[in-house]
């Protein structure tokens, strides 16, 4: 990750505590059909080790991976 990243992070440290409910939007691809997609995380306070989570494309309905470091709460969503 970019420090402007993580930055931002520590910025709204209190907030994400106080409502448990930020999330960001992250573009992935299918490894499939190669279809662009938003998948939402949840987005953690402090460092979170990057790992594999398993997607449902919404075009060609394959699964593939995606390597986030936050847990995934919707998606994906066409672009
Ligand atoms: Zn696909």
Known sequence: MSGYIQKIRA???ERVI??????SKI???CQ??????IIHV???AGRSPMNNQTVTCIACKKD????V???II????PE
């Open 11 to 13: 910025g709204l440290t």
């Open 18 to 23: 106080e409502s448990g409910m930020e999330k």
């Open 27 to 29: 573009p992935v691809y």
């Open 32 to 37: 499939h059909c190669k279809r662009k997609q």
């Open 42 to 44: 949840f987005v953690r």
């Open 64 to 67: 593939f991976d995606v390597l």
């Open 69 to 71: 470091a936050d847990p």
């Open 74 to 77: 919707g998606g994906p969503f």
